[in-house]
């Protein structure tokens, strides 16, 4: 039996939507100098402002050279970058990384204006206006295969677009195989969870939201979860809401034990458990005795080909026209690119009114 559930939604039932990036590469080498201004063969400035996190917790501007572009690929002046919180290892100093990290790393959330070409990309020109996939993007500028690139139709002019974890959300969506009249529970709802649960009540699922914060749970009611319940009573909340049978699919999106232990507690039987979260930071341990004797579907719903991220890009720019996905309220704190350090001790602390943070460059 499905939990009870109204859907608060006026819009009409999400059409069928084809349901944090690979490791990004933070030793990539980008020279970096105080050279002084000047032109590049393009007409562009030679050099840009880049951040570079130059120890735990420690961020400079400095003056980089501006890469141009080879024949397939696009330079791209940056507009702003999401910050996510797969940044978050790098800021903290976690053992596996080296320091200084290259400039504009680990900036990956990137949209922005075409500046100049390749010899051979032949889909853009100067001024599009353009989402992107790359990981130098904490810059003035960053360079993109043009296949890593999509345009913006101009109905978003002036309005943030991280592509890459809107990308995220739709392709996570994708693979849960939510369908109308499931019960889905969203474990964490911060930027990723809040828009996971905007697409399964569109679907006509009854979606429970868990968090830790209130501000989460509520922000969840305004996506159109029908139930929310606080993380520390989720197993017993769940399980009183479902009359003991729990949910047919968890999607689990924080990258944390806790979390992700609670997620396979309150999947049913036979049920589906999505791992949304980027467990990033060493091992985890699982109930394998309750994960065999229920039977889950285990999935995890992280992808690494960047032709997949720019489907889910597409999709996700679809689903903003129609209205089904609103982002524009998640963005709640906005940073210059001097202050990528603030931003980043934001996102580390997730004060109360806290979703999402974007740099703007």
């Known amino acids: 039996?499905?939990?009870?559930?109204?859907?608060?939604?006026?819009?009409?039932?999400?059409?069928?939507?084809?349901?944090?990036?690979?490791?990004?590469?933070?030793?990539?080498?980008?020279?970096?100098?105080?050279?002084?201004?000047?032109?590049?063969?393009?007409?562009?400035?030679?050099?840009?402002?880049?951040a570079v996190v130059t120890a735990p917790g420690r961020v400079e501007i400095v003056k980089t050279a501006i890469t141009e572009p080879g024949p397939d690929q696009l330079l791209v002046r940056v507009e702003g970058c999401g910050v996510c919180a797969s940044n978050l290892p790098i800021w903290e100093g976690k053992p596996w990384f080296t320091y200084p990290i290259s400039p504009g790393a680990p900036g990956h959330e990137a949209w922005g204006r075409v500046a100049n070409i390749g010899n051979r990309v032949r889909d853009f020109e100067k001024g599009d206006r353009v989402v992107i996939i790359s990981s130098h993007a904490y810059a003035e500028y960053d360079i993109c295969d043009a296949g890593c690139a999509l345009k913006v139709p101009s109905v978003?002019?002036?309005?943030?677009?991280?592509?890459?974890p809107l990308g995220c959300a739709m392709n996570i969506f994708r693979r849960s195989k939510i369908s109308k009249g499931d019960t889905v529970a969203i474990v964490g709802v911060g930027f990723l969870?809040?828009?996971?649960?905007?697409?399964?009540?569109?679907?006509?699922?009854?979606?429970i939201a868990v968090s830790r914060?209130?501000?989460?749970?509520?922000?969840?009611?305004?996506?159109?979860?029908?139930?929310?319940?606080?993380?520390?009573?989720?197993?017993?909340?769940?399980?009183?809401?479902?009359?003991?049978?729990?949910?047919?699919?968890?999607?689990?999106?924080?990258?944390k034990q806790?979390?992700?232990?609670?997620?396979?507690?309150?999947?049913?039987?036979?049920?589906?458990?999505?791992?949304?979260?980027?467990?990033?930071?060493?091992?985890?341990?699982?109930?394998?005795?309750?994960?065999?004797?229920?039977?889950?579907?285990?999935?995890?719903?992280?992808?690494?080909?960047?032709?997949?991220?720019?489907?889910?890009?597409?999709?996700?720019?679809?689903?903003?026209?129609?209205g089904i996905l609103k982002p524009q309220p998640l963005y709640t704190h906005f940073f210059p690119l001097e202050k990528l350090g603030e931003a980043l001790n934001a996102a580390a602390s997730r004060p109360d009114d806290f979703i999402k943070a974007v740099i703007t460059i």
């Not at 978003?156 to 890459?164: C, D, K, S, V, Y």
């Not at 969870?193 to 979606?207: E, P």
């Not at 003991?244 to 699919?249: A, K, M, T």
Request: proline share 6%.
């Open 156 to 164: 978003f002019n002036g309005q943030p677009m991280p592509g890459e």
């Open 258 to 322: 806790t979390p992700l232990n609670i997620a396979g507690e309150i999947t049913r039987e036979r049920g589906r458990l999505v791992v949304a979260g980027y467990h990033q930071d060493g091992p985890r341990e699982i109930n394998m005795q309750l994960w065999n004797w229920r039977g889950l579907d285990v999935i995890n719903a992280h992808e690494r080909d960047p032709r997949v991220y720019v489907s889910g890009i597409r999709r996700a720019l679809r689903a903003i026209e129609t």
């Open 193 to 207: 969870g809040a828009l996971l649960t905007r697409l399964a009540t569109a679907t006509g699922a009854c979606v």
């Open 213 to 255: 914060r209130s501000v989460a749970l509520s922000l969840a009611k305004k996506m159109g979860a029908a139930h929310t319940v606080p993380l520390a009573g989720a197993i017993e909340g769940i399980d009183n809401l479902t009359n003991n049978r729990f949910c047919d699919v968890v999607i689990e999106c924080t990258g």
């Open 1 to 50: 039996m499905n939990a009870k559930c109204e859907i608060g939604i006026a819009e009409p039932a999400a059409p069928e939507i084809p349901h944090e990036f690979s490791p990004r590469s933070e030793s990539a080498e980008r020279p970096h100098t105080s050279y002084a201004d000047v032109q590049s063969s393009s007409g562009l400035s030679a050099v840009m402002r880049a």
